[in-house]
């Protein structure tokens, strides 16, 4: 029986390797900007992506996801780098939803996506959600948990629910292709 559930770990890990882009290290999971988030509002979208449009998403995985957490060089990366600023992201909204093609973004010497018609804002994690980050990257996860965040269970006391229809101005990004 040991040998299926070591197959399920394996499906897992390739799921998480492959599809997802989290890097693994010795059984450690860690996002870095190319990952691709498999959970959430966001899911499908790429950590850079995210972190540009809409970078409180980022600290809330970093201090509330119990199995998300960033490498520390995105990290430095991150830090540096500017999001953008959500009112110029008005210019993309249709309806209820921002849609926002980023293939044909410009890429900064980092990787991340571009566009000299958004203007950008200073940002930097808070100290408890850098805390946290560490605290996670110390701690061997379970990758099960990784594929889904974490354990969002009954017992644990954050309320995850995703994006719903009554959420209005839901950002979606097209980025397939970016990398």
């Known amino acids: 029986m040991s040998f299926i559930v070591q197959d399920m770990k394996n499906g897992t890990v390739n799921t998480l390797r492959q599809r997802y ?30 972190f540009k449009c809409e970078t409180n998403y980022i600290e ?8 998300f957490c960033i490498n520390l060089d995105t990290l430095k990366i991150m830090q540096i780098t500017k999001p ?20 044909t973004f410009e890429k900064d010497k980092n990787g991340f996506p571009y566009s000299n018609r ?24 379970n990758a099960y948990n990784v594929l889904r965040g974490g354990d969002w269970s009954s017992s644990n006391p954050i309320s995850f629910k995703g994006t719903t229809k009554k959420n209005k101005n839901t950002l979606r990004l097209n980025q397939f292709g970016y990398t």
Not at 40 to 49: A, R, V
Not at 60 to 67: E, I, M, Q, V
Not at 127 to 139: C, D, H, M, P, S
């Open 118 to 141: 958004i203007r950008e804002a200073n940002f930097s994690f808070s100290a408890n959600a850098l805390e946290e980050n560490r605290i996670k990257l110390a701690t061997k996860l």
């Open 60 to 67: 809330w995985c970093l201090t509330n996801a119990d199995s």
């Open 21 to 50: 882009k989290i890097n693994t290290r010795n059984d450690e999971y860690f996002y870095t900007e190319n990952s691709i988030l498999p959970f959430g509002k966001h899911k499908g979208n790429t950590i850079k992506c995210i």
């Open 84 to 103: 953008w600023i959500s009112d110029d992201l008005d210019f993309f909204q249709n309806s209820e939803e921002f849609i926002l093609d980023i293939r």
